[in-house]
């Protein structure tokens, strides 16, 4: 419910729909890049793709929100900001609220050994650990859900040395993962998608089988 994810925030991050109101977190898993993306890329090789993972989940949301044609249903995507340059929704936070993932943060963490540091949490799947990504949210404005029970999501970095550990290596070794197998997990990302979210965004393309010729085509 909504209301979950706005009781824990301060006011200027609230989502502007009343407290009953459904919503879903929309995750995507280590097998999307097969059974999503590549085939999206494929199929959409002759029109314009600016962002071959945003414009896939935008087609996929686009096709959810088709099933629903007597309902209305507002998407919000993981990257939208709002004037004000903060985002439209926190992801992390959505996703602990709606169960889906565990957010790790500093106030999990009893005796913090950071002093004045900056420190960043991130969200654990008891499934996939690190190795997943929340892509968005889909709202049914008009379905009020005020008996929905909330379900917590699963603490599985559950002793402090490994909270510690955790945040450790997300905020100072974020760019090796090994923050993501903090937990034994059941799947992870394929050795090419790995080098795909590794590679800066211009050379993608590239790996795709896509050039940039083609990119820059209508």
């Known amino acids: 419910k909504v209301g979950w994810?706005?009781?824990?925030?301060?006011?200027?991050?609230?989502?502007p729909y009343p407290d009953d109101t459904l919503a879903f977190v929309v995750l995507?898993?280590?097998?999307?890049?097969?059974?999503?993306?590549?085939?999206?890329?494929?199929?959409?090789?002759?029109k314009r793709i600016r962002d071959?993972?945003?414009?896939?989940?935008?087609?996929?949301?686009?096709?959810?929100?088709?099933?629903f044609p007597d309902q209305k249903v507002d998407v919000i995507f993981d990257y939208e900001i709002l004037p004000?340059?903060?985002?439209?929704?926190?992801?992390?936070?959505?996703?602990?609220v709606a169960g889906a993932a565990y957010y790790y943060q500093r106030k999990d963490v009893k005796l913090d050994p950071w002093g004045k540091?900056?420190?960043?949490?991130?969200?654990?799947?008891?499934?996939?650990?690190?190795?997943?990504?929340?892509?968005?949210?889909?709202?049914?404005?008009?379905?009020?859900?005020?008996?929905?029970?909330?379900?917590a999501p699963v603490d599985c970095v559950s002793t402090e040395e490994k909270r510690i550990e955790l945040l450790e290596k997300f905020n100072f070794h974020w760019q090796d993962g090994r923050y993501r197998d903090i937990i034994?997990?059941?799947e992870r990302y394929s050795e090419?998608?790995?080098?795909?979210?590794?590679?800066?965004?211009?050379?993608?393309?590239?790996?795709?089988?896509?050039?940039?010729?083609?990119?820059?085509?209508?």
């Open 28 to 46: 995507s898993t280590p097998s999307m890049f097969d059974k999503a993306l590549k085939p999206f890329v494929n199929k959409e090789r002759l």
């Open 184 to 186: 034994e997990v059941k």
């Open 52 to 67: 071959p993972v945003d414009q896939c989940v935008s087609h996929h949301l686009s096709r959810v929100k088709e099933k």
């Open 117 to 151: 540091k900056k420190i960043y949490g991130v969200c654990i799947h008891p499934k996939y650990g690190g190795w997943f990504a929340i892509r968005g949210l889909l709202l049914f404005p008009d379905i009020q859900v005020p008996f929905l029970e909330q379900s």
């Open 84 to 96: 004000s340059r903060k985002p439209k929704f926190l992801a992390q936070t959505a996703a602990h």
């Open 5 to 15: 994810y706005n009781a824990v925030l301060q006011p200027a991050f609230h989502l």
């Open 192 to 218: 090419e998608q790995k080098a795909y979210f590794a590679t800066p965004p211009a050379e993608r393309f590239r790996l795709l089988g896509l050039t940039q010729e083609a990119h820059f085509t209508e």
